[in-house]
């Protein structure tokens, strides 16, 4: 097994504490060595998946938590966003994200529907599991191009 | 972790000048603050985004619905002084195509 620390935050399903955990993630992924502009992506990334968890779990309704694990690596940040109990349809959510098109019209642009899009685009890896409730687990490396030139710096398992 | 909203009004200019975090929390209040300008026909509505060190999909949400509003209204929006982090998502997501964004992009990321 893989050495890793685990930092566990749950915050109440409200809009309002997303900050509270983007501040959360800045510092953790400060404390590993990512460089500014990851740390800034690595906030839009966890911003996003809490807020549908907000929006679609919840209902906006401001009830029930989300839970918020970080899994510290060596060569990697995991990120998991857990909205228990709620759920959205994923179908539904993905279908018609991705960047505008000069040729979309722009009556057709959807207000809501960049977050996952964004997720996508900002982290390495993104699995979804939606077995119970949804929960994304995103991942983010470490100096990707390093690691791709130098294998030895890879802590496998064992 | 909050926004402030500030509007002037000089001729058919409205300036808004925001400061601090754009996500799903201070979202609404710049909708509410950003929509009606975008309604009084003629109106060009100029958002200063120098201070916003922060923005996800939430606040893209917003100035696509306000970019609607002008169409629907015959008025304009353009978004001056972005920060490069800021410009990036907008890039990202192609609406660097359909609005108006001063190219003195902050960090000149152009």
Same mark, same amino acid.
């Given at each position: 097994?893989? !050495?890793?620390?685990? *930092?566990?935050?749950?915050? !109440?399903?409200?809009?309002?504490?997303?900050?509270?955990?983007?501040?959360?993630? %800045?510092?953790?992924?400060?404390?590993?060595?990512?460089?500014?502009?990851? &740390?800034?992506?690595?906030?839009?990334?966890?911003?996003?998946?809490?807020?549908?968890?907000?929006?679609?779990?919840?209902?906006?309704?401001?009830?029930?938590?989300?839970? &918020?694990?970080?899994?510290? /690596?060596?060569?990697?940040?995991? *990120?998991?966003?857990?909205?228990?109990?709620?759920?959205?349809?994923?179908?539904?959510?993905?279908?018609?994200?991705?960047? /505008?098109?000069?040729?979309?019209?722009?009556?057709?642009?959807?207000?809501?529907?960049?977050?996952?899009?964004?997720?996508?685009?900002?982290?390495?890896?993104?699995?979804?599991? %939606?077995? /119970?409730?949804?929960? *994304?687990?995103?991942?983010? /490396?470490?100096?990707?191009?390093?690691?791709?030139?130098?294998?030895?710096?890879? %802590?496998? %398992?064992? | 972790?909050?926004?402030?909203?500030? =509007?002037?009004?000089?001729?058919?200019?409205?300036?808004? =000048?925001?400061?601090?975090?754009?996500?799903?929390?201070? @979202?609404?209040?710049?909708? #509410? @603050?950003?929509?009606?300008?975008?309604?009084?026909?003629?109106?060009? =509505?100029?958002? #200063?985004?120098?201070?916003?060190?922060?923005? #996800?999909?939430? +606040?893209? +949400?917003?100035?696509?619905?306000?970019?609607?509003?002008?169409?629907?209204?015959?008025? #304009?929006?353009?978004?001056?002084?972005?920060?490069?982090?800021?410009?990036?998502?907008?890039?990202?997501?192609?609406?660097?195509?359909?609005?108006?964004?001063?190219?003195?992009?902050? +960090? +000149?990321?152009?």
């Amino acid at each position: 097994m893989e !050495p890793f620390d685990f *930092v566990e935050i749950k915050v !109440p399903a409200k809009a309002e504490y997303i900050g509270v955990v983007r501040l959360s993630i %800045s510092g953790i992924a400060n404390r590993m060595g990512f460089t500014y502009e990851d &740390i800034e992506d690595l906030k839009v990334a966890i911003s996003e998946a809490i807020t549908n968890a907000v929006k679609h779990g919840y209902n906006e309704t401001g009830e029930g938590e989300i839970t &918020i694990g970080f899994g510290v /690596y060596d060569d990697r940040l995991e *990120v998991m966003v857990a909205d228990h109990g709620g759920s959205f349809n994923l179908g539904d959510i993905k279908q018609d994200i991705g960047p /505008y098109k000069q040729d979309d019209n722009i009556e057709e642009l959807r207000e809501g529907g960049f977050g996952l899009f964004l997720i996508d685009a900002l982290m390495d890896k993104v699995e979804i599991n %939606s077995k /119970y409730g949804v929960i *994304v687990l995103m991942t983010k /490396y470490l100096h990707e191009a390093e690691v791709g030139q130098n294998g030895d710096q890879i %802590s496998t %398992s064992q | 972790m909050n926004l402030t909203i500030d =509007v002037t009004n000089k001729e058919n200019i409205a300036y808004v =000048v925001l400061s601090g975090e754009v996500d799903a929390f201070t @979202a609404p209040k710049l909708k #509410d @603050a950003l929509l009606p300008l975008t309604k009084e026909e003629g109106q060009t =509505v100029e958002v #200063d985004l120098q201070n916003v060190n922060y923005m #996800d999909s939430t +606040g893209l +949400g917003v100035f696509i619905s306000a970019l609607k509003s002008t169409k629907e209204h015959n008025t #304009d929006l353009k978004l001056v002084q972005m920060q490069e982090r800021v410009y990036r998502l907008f890039k990202i997501t192609g609406l660097t195509e359909i609005m108006n964004i001063d190219s003195t992009v902050q +960090g +000149g990321m152009q």
